[in-house]
């Protein structure tokens, strides 16, 4: 993770889920992450190929040039192999309650990549449990690389993916995987010496890199 978004994110999903596999859908509450809600999203899980967005922040939206709410996250990407990836990927984030960690890139809407760089972003998602204890809904964010050179406003079209990882938060790290855009899957190594060790608070977990690199109510999401 290299975005503050995606580190905030991620350190409250770690928190609320005290231990357990992955947090409860009502224990999110957006007051707590009031300074990055304009860049998450939750997707909800229809079936194996189709995550439709039950939410999306007003950054994320602008990002795609639409209201995203209610559409479906694959038809996002147009490329065969990066659906393929994701695919793959949150079937492991809601079967095995792991952590994708994904970047990509994308033009400009409107122009070519010979007149601007491409505009760079990461993407965080995050399983939470919501129906008879499964995981069908994923936490999210989606947040912008700025640079003195990269576009700054307005929106985006044809991303494609240029990293993908799957971390596993205090499991065994044979479950971790790492895989290229074109849906290739390689076993990470359980050698320590490419494993990180990534404390909060009390808790750990070790990331293994891939290789691309009468009380008041409480607010919740509106899901």
């Known amino acids: 993770m290299k975005h503050t978004t995606s580190h905030s994110l991620f350190s409250y999903w770690n928190e609320v889920r005290r231990g357990r596999p992955a947090p409860r859908r009502f224990d999110i509450e957006p007051s707590r992450i009031s300074h990055i809600l304009a860049e998450t999203l939750i997707l909800e899980r229809i079936d194996f190929e189709t995550y439709r967005f039950r939410l999306a922040g007003t950054k994320v939206s ?8 209610g559409e479906d996250f694959f038809a996002l990407w147009e490329r065969d192999e990066d659906r393929v990836t994701l695919e793959h990927h949150l079937s492991s984030i809601t079967k095995r309650f792991q952590v994708g960690v994904f970047e990509f890139q994308a033009n400009a809407n409107g122009q070519s990549a010979d007149i601007a ?15 008879k204890g499964q995981v069908d809904r994923c936490l999210g964010a989606i947040s912008r690389a700025y640079s003195a050179t ?38 990470l190594q359980s050698s320590i010496r490419s494993a990180r060790i990534v404390r909060h608070e009390r808790r750990q977990f070790r990331v293994y890199d891939g290789g691309l690199a009468g009380k008041p109510k409480r607010p919740t999401f509106d899901t």
């Open 117 to 131: 760089p491409p505009a760079r972003f990461e993407m965080i998602l995050l399983p939470l449990v919501h129906t």
């Open 62 to 69: 602008q990002a795609f040039g639409c209201e995203l709410r």
């Open 150 to 187: 990269a576009p700054k406003g307005g929106s985006i079209d044809n991303p494609e993916l240029t990293t993908a990882h799957l971390l596993t938060p205090d499991t065994n790290p044979d479950l971790s995987e790492r895989s290229t855009p074109g849906g290739t899957v390689v076993p």
